[in-house]
């Protein structure tokens, strides 16, 4: 079975610094999705990035970039020019490629600074 | 394009007793997801639904909890009777495409609050 593991519960960093959040995953297969979800108060996941297992070259959107390590199973999200509405749950997802079912770890609170 | 819509957004119940949720999907979506999330986790898919067909309700405690999804558009999840291990967000999430192998992303809505007492 898939597993993914976060294993900060807690994250700080100060506005305009970088952080970076963790995410390892445990599977067998060679295809698949890798995703950072954010999930402010309102409860709402809202997709961060996504990550093709098969693509060599890390996804970036914006102030936002992972770092894929696929023979080590790690999967970071770095946040640059952190800002106060970055403040949220973080959730590391994973996705086997033959269906549709997400996996989630269980999330990073960023705390942005002031 | 309108999110995901889902209603209510809090319920307090006491055990024993039944609730349900409502979720309308994002038009033209065909697959239907509803997430369990426990305080302090990521969400744990329940069921998922292709058009108005269960895919997956492998997770699903199906001695208390139903879900339909008629005319492949609304579902509906129920709990009956509720305990208080259920208390948690339930999530609803919805696709566009269907089939395996589909790169498109879930869209979530703003989730349902259960509290059991």
């Known amino acids: 079975a898939q597993t993914v593991t976060q294993s900060q519960p807690e994250m700080s960093v100060q506005e305009a610094e970088t952080v970076t959040l963790s995410c390892t995953y445990d599977t067998s297969e060679s295809d698949y999705y890798l995703f950072w979800y954010k999930q402010p108060p309102s409860r709402q996941m809202i997709l961060v990035i996504r990550?093709?297992?098969?693509?060599?070259q890390n996804a970036t959107e914006n102030r936002f970039s992972v770092n894929f390590q696929k023979a080590a199973k790690s999967f970071s999200l770095k946040i640059s020019d952190s800002q106060l509405g970055d403040a949220a749950m973080y959730f590391c997802?994973?996705?086997?490629?033959?269906?549709?079912?997400?996996?989630f770890g269980t999330g990073t609170r960023l705390t942005i600074i002031p | 394009e309108a999110g995901v819509a889902q209603s209510p957004r809090y319920k307090i119940i006491e055990k024993r007793q039944s609730v349900a949720f409502w979720c309308n999907p994002i038009?033209?979506?065909?697959?239907l997801y509803w997430y369990q999330q426990i305080l302090g986790q990521g969400p744990k898919l329940l069921i998922q639904?292709?058009?108005?067909?269960?895919?997956?309700d492998s997770q699903l405690p199906k001695d208390r909890f139903s879900a339909e999804r008629l005319k492949g558009v609304d579902s509906t999840l129920k709990i009956q009777p509720a305990k208080l291990e259920d208390s948690a967000v339930y999530l609803c999430?919805?696709?566009?495409?269907?089939?395996?192998?589909?790169?498109?992303?879930?869209?979530f809505g703003p989730g349902t609050r259960l509290t059991v007492l």
């Open positions: 999430a919805s696709n566009p495409m269907a089939g395996q192998g589909s790169t498109d992303t879930q869209y």
């Open positions: 990550q093709e297992a098969y693509k060599q």
């Open positions: 997802a994973y996705r086997f490629f033959g269906n549709e079912k997400l996996t």
């Open positions: 639904f292709q058009n108005n067909g269960v895919v997956d």
């Open positions: 038009s033209g979506h065909a697959t």
